[in-house]
């Protein structure tokens, strides 16, 4: 009967584990979405307030966007994995 127990509580503990890092990385993923898009919102902005004919700031900053969002996920890659 404890070995019944002991294999359910075994399961649990697995799919508590792969959850947590379910959840891990897709909150990651969700930062990376949130910084990318601040990011080409103010590019947006300047460009809008500028009246700019190429979207250049909104490009630059997007881009900026995207290289700050992949140096927090290695960041964070390398924390969790010491």
Do not use: H
């Not at 990651?28 to 601040?38: D, E, K, L, S, T």
């Amino acid at each position: 009967m404890q070995t019944d127990e002991t294999n359910e509580e075994k399961g649990l503990g697995k799919q508590r584990k792969y959850f947590s890092a379910y959840a891990k990385y897709s909150a990651m993923g969700f930062q990376m979405f949130a910084v990318i898009g601040v990011f080409a919102f103010v590019g947006y902005q300047i460009d809008e307030r500028r009246n700019a004919k190429t979207p250049l700031w909104t490009a630059f900053l997007s881009l900026l966007g995207v290289f700050c969002s992949l140096y927090l996920v290695i960041r964070s890659i390398k924390k969790l994995n010491p």
